[in-house]
């Protein structure tokens, strides 16, 4: 089946503009995590949604940063004012839900998004 | 904080040789541990993991065993293959929480023929 896309693939911005990230996770899958990989370091968490649950939003680096997502489909991560030390791989994962049992995440292919 | 220290590399190897990458942790209740693989140009998959001290994950020859008593979940293949070429990422989820995975820095490992 298909897995978790997101787009676009590639992202340039200006310093100051706003950014909106998508991410499409696989089809019943209840939780989704965004993530960021700055280059050379691991992954960060960003955010993370279950169902229709309070997201839990403690990685946020900003105010600048803020995520939606509808239900337990697409997901969108908006990044505003954009800087520069904002340019990344911005990776989304979805995984099942079982009670309280961890679940394989599913990562997408990422939005490469560079900051002029 | 939890967190995860990994060897860093890159790390290169010959064709056939033995690989040992090595995963430390720091946390609290009782993690998952995971290791993901990111090959050139596909996104992070899932390599192995273990939910409980003293289990071993394994996949694709590749193994490690979750090791309570060192904080420790070293990856190990007994002969690495030129398509073992990827970035290799250690990560630990607290059990109970929202499963939220803290990462390692990653390891490059690239295999010569």
């Known amino acids: 089946g298909a897995g978790v896309s997101q787009s676009p693939s590639n992202k340039v911005t200006e310093k100051g503009k706003d950014v909106e990230l998508r991410c499409d996770p696989i089809s019943g899958h209840t939780a989704l995590y965004w993530y960021r990989q700055r280059l050379g370091q691991g992954l960060e968490f960003l955010i993370y949604f279950q169902g229709n649950s309070a997201p839990d939003k403690s990685g946020l680096p900003s105010d600048r940063f803020s995520a939606e997502r509808t239900g337990e489909s697409v997901s969108t991560l908006t990044i505003q004012r954009t800087q520069q030390e904002d340019s990344a791989v911005y990776l989304c994962a979805s995984s099942p839900r079982v009670g309280r049992l961890q679940e394989t995440q599913y990562f997408g292919p990422g939005t490469r998004l560079l900051v002029l | 904080g939890n967190s995860v220290t990994q060897m860093e590399g890159p790390v290169t190897l010959s064709e056939e040789a033995f690989l040992t990458i090595n995963c430390t942790y720091t946390?609290?209740?009782?993690?998952?541990l995971f290791w993901y693989v990111q090959y050139p140009g596909e996104g992070l998959q899932l390599l192995l993991k273990a939910t409980k001290a003293d289990d071993k994950g394994s996949n694709k020859g590749f193994e490690a065993t979750y090791r309570k008593e060192t904080t420790s979940f070293h990856l190990e293949k007994g002969s690495v293959q030129v398509s073992d070429s990827a970035v290799y990422f250690c990560a630990l989820s607290d059990s109970g929480s929202q499963g939220n995975l803290i990462f390692g820095k990653g390891t490059k490992l690239s295999v010569k023929p």
């Open positions: 946390a609290t209740g009782y993690p998952s």
